[in-house]
């Protein structure tokens, strides 16, 4: 059982108990209401402000959300909608907490939920998009747990809803009013921070000190399966482990298929190509000196202005002896021609643009790498000057 399941369960259960405290012995009702509001204006806090920290991520959800949808001309508003809906949630959870306006917070926090919960149901039966993104990247969940999760939600939210009319008021409206207006403009300008430059934490695999590599990989593990000629009975072995030297076993027995395992975990599913697609991932990833990746995950709407500096750089870095590769999606004569229009004489590899839209929320973006470890990652708004650059690369 997943850590994920085990946390629903305890949740489930956490909000049954509400529920039957609060039906069955009306003197704890306050205290039932209080523990759903301060749970639910928690647990919108820290949803927000995961998806908080990177806007551009959930953008990409909601993206996800128009392509499964056929609404691809609202493509243009997602990152709106995205500042948008992260900071209502936000506020919606510190209003809860702080128990200003409940009354009126309740019905708000009811429609958001509401949508919420038909939309993950359509989910968890149909599964248009892989994850809803509720938690950003900091925790995934399936669409099934999603919409449990939202259940779960739902009936602590219908309790706060029946007793929203008897919460005494803690500020006085002046407080509220300030808290109302304080927090949705400062928690926009903190995702427009993490927009602008890159997120101020950060829940992707290329996280900077992560190893991209294993060290020392287990051998891969393959499985061979035979069928008995006479019964039809089929029986899988670990190979060498099975008496392929008996030869009154292998007259008996037919060879079947083969089935490979790989032991080791993934660390990341990158896959760098050249022009004639060969892989050529672990000649970069595995360099043992510093490695510069630039990353531009759409041709199209790259930032161009950024490709100044960019090959500053590349000259720093080939003349201080150290690599700078471009990884980029598209086919082989776009990226010809994108060569031509940047001017640039770096080489410029192939990737999946889903991949490249993980390893940093920048287009484009700059990752430098040592021996396979995430050392910095820049924002192209943030993009090392030489003087930068010689102190880390002295170091």
């Known amino acids: 059982m997943s850590i994920n399941s085990i946390v629903l369960i305890i949740l489930s259960v956490f909000a049954a108990i509400n529920v039957i405290v609060y039906v069955s012995l009306p003197r704890f009702r306050r205290a039932v209401a209080i523990v759903s509001r301060t749970f639910i204006g928690l647990l919108f806090i820290f949803s927000g402000f995961v998806k908080g920290v990177d806007p551009l991520g959930f953008m990409y959800r909601i993206e996800d959300y128009f392509a499964a949808y056929h609404t691809l001309w609202a493509m243009p508003l997602a990152i709106y909608l995205s500042v948008f809906l992260i900071a209502f949630e936000f506020t919606l959870g510190v209003l809860l907490l702080l128990n200003i306006k409940v009354k009126y917070v309740c019905w708000l926090v009811l429609m958001t939920m509401a949508g919420f919960t038909v939309i993950t149901l359509y989910d968890a039966l149909y599964s248009p998009v892989p994850d809803c993104g509720c938690f950003g990247d900091a925790i995934t969940l399936t669409n099934f747990e999603t919409f449990w999760k939202n259940i779960v939600i739902d009936s602590l939210l219908l309790l706060l809803l029946l007793y929203r009319n008897k919460f005494s008021k803690t500020f006085s409206i002046r407080a509220e009013v300030m808290v109302m207006v304080t927090v949705p403009v400062l928690f926009i300008g903190f995702e427009l921070f993490n927009y602008r430059h890159l997120p101020v934490i950060d829940f992707m695999e290329w996280k900077t000190g992560k190893k991209m590599f294993l060290e020392n990989p287990q051998p891969l593990k393959y499985y061979l399966t035979y069928k008995n000629k006479t019964t039809g009975e089929k029986k899988e072995y670990l190979s060498p482990d099975y ?153």
């Open 243 to 395: 008496p392929y030297n008996d030869s009154i076993w292998m007259s008996k027995w037919e060879f079947v298929s083969t089935r490979v395992e790989d032991p080791n975990p993934k660390i990341t599913n990158l896959m760098i190509s050249d022009s004639t697609g060969a892989d050529i991932t672990a000649h970069f990833i595995r360099n043992p000196d510093y490695q510069f990746l630039l990353i531009v995950n759409d041709m199209k709407t790259t930032n161009k202005e950024a490709f100044k500096k960019i090959n500053t750089i590349y000259y720093y870095a080939d003349s201080s002896g150290y690599s700078l590769i471009g990884i980029t999606s598209g086919l082989k004569s776009d990226i010809a021609k994108f060569r031509d229009q940047m001017k640039t004489t770096f080489e410029l590899y192939n990737a999946d643009d889903v991949i490249l839209k993980t390893m940093v929320r920048s287009n484009p973006g700059l990752i430098l790498l040592k021996n396979g470890i995430v050392i910095k990652k820049w924002h192209y708004h943030d993009f090392p000057e030489r003087k930068e650059l010689s102190r880390i690369l002295k170091k």
